[in-house]
């Protein structure tokens, strides 16, 4: 079995694999055709057969207010006849590798199954939710009188990637979107409805994309649903303009659909909590390259520790040993010693950790934490906790 970048003429044969694996209809095929990089896909051969592909997305991933390189792993497929013989652990082993070599320092993933990935180092990392709300409640919001919301036209994309920006930096989780994310998206909400808020001096201070889906029962004139397909609201009299915009659809409209953070912000504008929970999910991280990743997320400024730890990590020898992490002004540093006298890591666990998806709490209590004084610990949890990480792309 070789396995190796693709070439662009194999790219046929990559999408019918995806879209296989996928349940992916033809209508996508020209999207992914016109956004997917044959250098970023790797591909497995049984001879001339390709068997199975893996893509690595070039991303960053904001961490302490710094976007840290991460390799967004995607679109892992097996053909059916050859699942089940280590093609797929083999082929995420080799993006590893490449992500490395990069200076891809973490990797992120959406898992279709938890245990394949676990089993190569990555961990829980992240929660999103899908929620869903009454848009009738939406309208007992009070009206906002500052500022105005008008349909998002092609001018405005500037300035609805700055509106991002301005949630996502801050946001441990978000995607910074360099690279050709924001095109991506762009092209994927040509048909779609989208408006923006202008609020002080007509700074566009939160946009909502959405589309209609058919409700149960739509095809007799029944209610249908609302599904955003992103929407960021920087201020209070954006969040309250957008949702109220989203309320009037209550005459026609029986549910709004939308996926965020596990917490959501809306439920501090709300008077009531009604929005339901119809799924949630994590999604994973794997530190690649655990010095890099220490030095290129921010830590809390103002804190200041000397922490002892030791990493094990049997896919990625380098990231093995006894350290020792420093963090001042805002920036960590991880470096090498001979003794290990503090917590001991294995890599998913650390990864977990390195996101502030878990606490060393949380690890010990999963057996997979073990060692360090409890002042050791508290100094890790104070260095990397945070809000629960999140983000609204999926990939
Ligand atoms: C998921 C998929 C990529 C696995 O490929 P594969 O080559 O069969 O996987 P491997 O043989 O390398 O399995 C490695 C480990 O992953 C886990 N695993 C693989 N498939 C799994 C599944 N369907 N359910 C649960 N665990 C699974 C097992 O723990 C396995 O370890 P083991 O060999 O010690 O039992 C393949 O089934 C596939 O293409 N599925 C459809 C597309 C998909 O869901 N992709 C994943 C998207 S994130």
Redesign the pocket.
Known sequence: MEIRTLRTSELDAAWELDAD??HIGPEKREHWMRFVDPERVLGAFEGERLV?VAEVLPFGQFFGGCAVAMGGLSG???APD????????RLCTACLETMRERGEVISS?????T??YR?LGWELAGSVAVRKIAPRSLLALPRTERGRTRPMTSADVDSVRACYWRLAQPTNGCLDRAGPLWERLEAAWEDRSGFVFEGEAGRVAGYVVYHQIDGEYSHLGGEFGIVLDEMVATTRDAAVALWRLLGSWGSQADQVVFRGAVEEPALLLLPEQESSTLADFRWMTRVVDAVGAVASRGFPHGLKIEVPLSLSDPILGANQGDYVLSVQKGRGELARTGVGSGPVFGIGAFSSLYTGWATTARLGAAGLLAGGTSEQRAALDAAFGGPTPWMLDEF
Not at 109 to 113: K, M, N, V
Request: glycine share 22%; hydrophobic share 35%; no cysteine.
């Open positions: 694996s996928f199975g892992v497929s097996v050859l699942r089940g013989s280590g093609l797929a652990k993933l959406y898992p279709g199954t245990s394949l089993g």
